[in-house]
């Protein structure tokens, strides 16, 4: 079947602009997952979407992060008033439920730059 | 909170030869250990996994990893490298009482000289 897929695969967009970033999980999925891979540095949790449960937000950086997940599948990350520090990879995942079940299937990311 | 280490961020194989790829981590009991691939312009893929049980784990590719508690060590082997490993390695750590994130290393770009 499909996997993870992530759209647009690249986005270029001036400081202080919004964006949002879209996550198709594989079908079936229940956990959902969103990553952020800068420049030199490794991957960096996000938030993390499992069923009908409040979301894991611990991970996002400021206030002008959110994201949502409706129907229980597509997932769409947006960033507020951009700023050029939010440039990086923005990496979407989903396992079939919570980490203790199995792997996360990535996506191929969503290459932000912030100008 | 737990963290992960990989001390070499290089590391350069001549093709046939053995690899080694080192990951330390810190967390406070047995945790969820991954190995992840990232070749250039893909996403990441999966190479193994430790959850519980034998502490050396086979992988695809014909890599493997072995779990060492006393050093708190996840090192990822490889006894011959093909030019097609090269590519940006990642340890990762899930902890398996606080949530469902994986917390990543740096990674370990792996460069195979012909």
């Known amino acids: 079947g499909a996997g993870v897929s992530q759209s647009p695969s690249n986005k270029v967009t001036e400081k202080g602009k919004d964006v949002e970033l879209r996550c198709d999980p594989i079908?079936?999925?229940?956990?959902l997952y969103w990553y952020r891979q800068s420049l030199g540095q490794g991957l960096e949790f996000l938030i993390y979407?499992?069923?009908?449960?409040?979301?894991?937000k611990s991970g996002l950086p400021s206030d002008r992060f959110s994201a949502e997940r409706t129907g229980g599948s597509v997932s769409t990350l947006t960033i507020q008033r951009t700023q050029q520090e939010d440039s990086a990879v923005y990496l979407c995942?989903?396992?079939?439920?919570?980490?203790?079940?199995?792997?996360?299937?990535f996506g191929p990311g969503t290459r932000l730059t912030v100008l | 909170a737990q963290s992960v280490t990989q001390p070499d961020i290089h590391i350069t194989v001549s093709e046939g030869a053995s690899l080694e790829l080192r990951c330390n981590y810190s967390?406070?009991?047995?945790?969820?250990l991954f190995w992840y691939v990232q070749s250039p312009g893909q996403g990441l893929q999966l190479l193994l996994k430790?959850?519980?049980?034998?502490?050396l784990v086979q992988g695809i590719k014909g890599f493997e990893a072995e779990f060492k508690r006393s050093q708190s060590s996840f090192n990822l082997r490889k006894p011959s490298v093909h030019w097609s490993d090269a590519a940006e390695y990642f340890c990762?750590?899930?902890?398996?009482?606080?949530?469902?994130?994986?917390?990543f290393g740096g990674g370990t770009r792996l460069m195979v000289k012909p």
């Open positions: 967390y406070g009991a047995t945790p969820y």
């Open positions: 979407f499992q069923g009908n449960s409040a979301p894991d």
């Open positions: 430790y959850f519980s049980g034998d502490t």
């Open positions: 990762a750590v899930g902890a398996r009482n606080a949530g469902n994130m994986l917390t």
């Open positions: 079908s079936g999925h229940t956990a």
């Open positions: 995942a989903s396992s079939l439920e919570g980490l203790a079940f199995g792997e996360q299937f």
